[in-house]
């Protein structure tokens, strides 16, 4: 909960922030190849193809250009525009960032199953009632040294300047430390989308369709790593300007 703790002390007129329980439902990719056996094999093709060339591209990428018959495409389609689907929110919670600790969080997470995760939101309110967002971003490289250094070199050119990166397990999120208005939130998700497949670009169109960034910070049977810091963007820019 280091991130928390460093926007509470940077922004204390931070109000409100908001969290949210969703089921860990499998993603776009898994739920395309439980369909039937034209996009199952699409699926199968794509991943075929992206080991043989050591591709690290999406598969629902690939599938687009192997999705020749219009059944199959449309099942793609449909599947692709899958919103409802995405892990949709089953509780809110606004919290007010007095009372908000480290031990409440924790209490929050051991009474989830486990197949739900805690998420928090980028949207939150101020004191004057106004709303800010903290800047997020889901990636979608697998973690390594070099990955790491490709989103970091990737952060400092949408002008990020100070931020926490976690290893998830499979890639890396971004937690922003400047907020952000409602424009600002919006060029900034847009910016990062041009840097797919480095980041995950169906999370960013979730995402702006539900008018907010949301991370988990909990593990699950899924996802049974917790996302943890593994650098601080703004240390990594002050040594460059050593």
């Known amino acids: 909960m280091e991130v928390l703790r460093e926007l509470k002390y940077r922004h204390p007129q931070i109000e409100e ?19 039937g056996p034209g ?3 699409v699926f199968h093709r794509a991943a075929s193809l992206a080991q043989s060339t050591n591709c690290d591209v999406p598969l629902w990428d690939i599938a687009w250009s192997l999705a020749n018959t219009p059944d199959v495409f ?7 525009l899958g919103h409802d689907l995405n892990g949709q929110p089953s509780q809110t919670f606004c919290f007010a960032t007095a009372p908000l600790g480290v031990q409440y969080i924790r209490e929050k997470i051991q009474g989830l199953r486990s197949d739900v995760v805690l998420a928090i939101c ?22 390594s040294p070099e990955n790491q250094k490709k989103v970091e070199s990737s952060l400092r050119g949408v002008g990020q300047k100070a931020g926490y990166i976690l290893e998830s397990g499979r890639s890396y999120h971004y937690y922003g430390i400047d907020l952000m208005d409602e ?60």
């Open 183 to 242: 424009k600002s939130w919006i060029q900034f998700m847009g910016k990062c989308l041009l840097l797919s497949p480095l980041v995950d670009s169906r999370y960013i169109a979730h995402r702006l369709i539900e008018g907010t960034c949301a991370l988990r910070v909990s593990t699950s049977e899924r996802h049974p790593k917790f996302p943890t810091v593994v650098a601080n963007l703004q240390e990594r820019v002050a040594q460059q300007n050593e």
């Open 122 to 143: 980028s949207k939150c309110r101020l004191v004057d009632g106004s709303v800010a967002h903290i800047p997020m971003m889901d990636f979608r490289c697998k973690s």
């Open 74 to 80: 449309e099942q793609l389609v449909t599947q692709s």
């Open 39 to 41: 996009l199952r094999d």
């Open 17 to 35: 922030i908001t969290f949210v329980t969703y089921p860990d439902s499998p993603g776009f990719e898994e739920r395309s190849q439980q369909q």
